[in-house]
């Protein structure tokens, strides 16, 4: 089956600097790649995704890169502010099963 | 709309206990998943459905059950808990099983 790995396990970033985590996969039919953020005692929730065909996607201060030859993805967090702490889960999907990243907790100092 | 409910919020079992955790969906999205978070282990496929009377196993399918008779409802049953079933539980939907998935509030389970 699908494996994703995801680094690092924790990052600590100063309020206004980036955060970026990174993933990698390993079946190359995996087609769709969405990222969750959790809060504390919270469901994950979904704020970015890109699909195969697509190398970047952006909203607002959040983008996703995704590089299919090397079959690794990113999530960039820019101009951070303390309501993006959580933790976040990188995942993709093959054979419409989501594997999931370990996840990365994000702090945000002020 | 409700979205993904699930029910119960929290339980405590002693081990040797059965249950059943409850989904429910109201967006009529044909897939639906059932999941287990561990710390430090992200979120880990338990089963899965793909249409109202369907199920699969997924990455750790052992001493669970599922049930989809109904679209909306998506059942996961623990026939004889044990300690290692301690866990937080999540159920999700998905409208074509190609597209994001929505999570429930999760059931935080504990098996003394």
């Known amino acids: 089956g699908e494996n994703v790995e995801q680094h690092p396990s924790t990052l600590s970033v100063q309020e206004g600097d980036s955060a970026v985590i990174k993933c990698t996969y390993s079946d190359s039919a995996s087609n769709y790649f969405p990222w969750y953020k959790q809060e504390l005692g919270k469901r994950p929730q979904l704020i970015i995704d890109?699909?195969?065909?697509?190398g970047e996607k952006k909203d607002q201060r959040i983008a996703v890169t995704l590089n299919k030859t090397a079959k690794h993805f990113s999530l960039h967090i820019t101009e951070t502010q303390p309501e993006d702490s959580a933790v976040y889960f990188c995942a993709a999907l093959n054979d419409y099963k989501l594997s999931f990243g370990a996840g990365t907790t994000v702090t945000v100092r002020a | 709309n409700a979205g993904v409910t699930q029910t119960p919020k929290f339980r405590v079992l002693k081990t040797g206990q059965s249950m059943t955790l409850l989904c429910a969906q109201d967006?009529?999205?044909?897939?639906m998943y059932w999941y287990r978070q561990d710390p430090g282990m992200g979120l880990r496929l338990i089963h899965y459905?793909?249409?109202?009377?369907?199920?699969a196993k997924g990455e750790v399918p052992d001493g669970y059950n599922v049930s989809r008779l109904k679209k909306q409802n998506f059942l996961l049953g623990l026939e004889s808990a044990a300690p290692s079933q301690t866990s937080v539980y999540f159920c999700a939907s998905s409208n074509t099983g190609a597209e994001t998935q929505y999570f429930g509030p999760g059931t935080r389970l504990l098996v003394l």
């Open positions: 890109i699909r195969s065909n697509v």
């Open positions: 459905s793909v249409g109202e009377g369907t199920t």
């Open positions: 967006m009529n999205h044909e897939y």
